[in-house]
């Protein structure tokens, strides 16, 4: 577990952004991670595939492997951030990120170094050290060439579905505060005000008292959070973003026929009212659940006039949430569903 103290200054200063690159770090984690895989899980199985082949035959990509090196088994600690830049402005351009990587201040890099690997430098790292420009102006050329080959295709629909993310924790942010922004992000995380509780198999405190909070989503974030550790004045938090449905090839699976909420109301909108954990547009929830919008607003509608759920308008956005009715509906079959389920296993026994 990583426990990150914050003060009242950091807390006011949040901010939220997309951060290209920083999906790309992700993405080569989550290969490293599925590499025992015969597939990933959807909706990342056909962009894992593609990533994977294009990682084991395209020569340009070959200084990632550095990635997969940092974030091993025998590294399961944090790891230099000089690898995974810290945006420090809203609505950078990948080539804007790659450009920062390329001018990486030698100094950033021989402190950083010394912090995570006081004892020695481990021999991948080495390149980093003695011939910075080099190595990271080819680590630069060799992320640029993945992201044409895996996610260029794919980024339209993900940045519209990213936008949507920043918009909702904005509003989050301008009407109900930091405090609820930081309690509602989506992956392993517990905040108790004012300490911010990461999942992390190793044990550490970070203080980041006085620093500036840049919260980043990420879509090719499967269940996991990330901080950055080593900027004196901003820490970066990750977590995983909805609208991940956009790099899918094909719709989810469909649910199991002993989904009783679906036979009674349908599929489709018993999906939709699962869905609605927290106030969303029609368009990030079709992106997060690999629907057209038409579709999604169709159940809306429905589930609307049923009064399970309710619309707000918010500026030029609408945003629609589940009602108390709504709630009720979900545990009540929910409910059912979990008993049937256990009878059926005595039955078995």
């Known amino acids: 577990m990583i426990r990150i103290r914050f003060d009242d200054s950091s807390i ?24 025992g895989r015969r597939a990933a899980p959807w909706p990342y199985t056909a962009w894992v595939g593609r990533a994977r082949e294009v990682l084991r035959t ?37 080539s804007d990120q790659l450009d920062a990587l390329r001018r990486t201040p030698h100094a950033v890099v021989r402190e950083q170094f010394a912090k995570h690997y006081p004892e020695e430098l481990p021999a991948f790292l080495a390149p980093y050290r003695d011939d910075p420009d080099r190595a990271f102006g080819r680590l630069a050329d060799a992320l640029a060439a993945f992201w044409e080959l895996t996610t260029a295709v794919h980024w339209p629909a993900m940045q519209s579905a990213l936008d949507e993310e920043v918009l909702l924790r904005a509003r989050t942010l301008a009407v109900a505060g930091p405090e609820a922004l930081l309690s509602g992000l989506r992956g392993p995380a517990r905040w108790e005000r004012p300490v911010l509780s990461l999942s992390r198999q190793h044990e550490s405190v970070l203080d980041a008292r006085g620093r500036r909070l840049v919260l980043v989503p990420v879509l090719l974030l499967q269940n996991r959070m990330t901080c950055s550790t080593d900027h004196p004045e901003v820490l970066m938090v990750t977590y995983q973003a909805r609208g991940a449905a956009a790099l899918a090839e094909h719709p989810a699976p469909p649910a199991l026929d002993r989904d009783r909420l679906a036979r009674l109301i349908g599929s489709g909108r018993a999906t939709v009212l699962r869905a609605l954990t927290e106030p969303t547009t029609t368009t990030s929830l079709a992106a997060a659940l690999g629907l057209s919008s038409g579709t999604v607003s169709e159940h809306l509608s429905a589930l609307r006039q049923a009064g399970a759920v309710s619309r707000t308008r918010f500026g030029r956005q609408v945003f629609y949430a589940r009602r108390p009715e709504g709630d009720t509906l979900l545990a009540t079959f929910e409910d059912s569903a979990s008993a049937e389920e256990m009878e059926a296993a005595a039955g078995d026994s």
């Open 12 to 35: 006011d200063r949040t901010r939220i952004t997309v951060s290209p690159i920083t999906e790309l770090v992700g993405g080569l984690e989550m290969v490293h991670r599925e590499r």
């Open 58 to 94: 395209v020569p340009e990509t070959a200084p990632l492997r550095v990635y997969a090196q940092l974030y091993g088994e025998s590294h399961n600690r944090p790891t230099p951030d000089v690898f995974t830049p810290v945006p420090f402005a809203a609505n950078l351009t990948l």
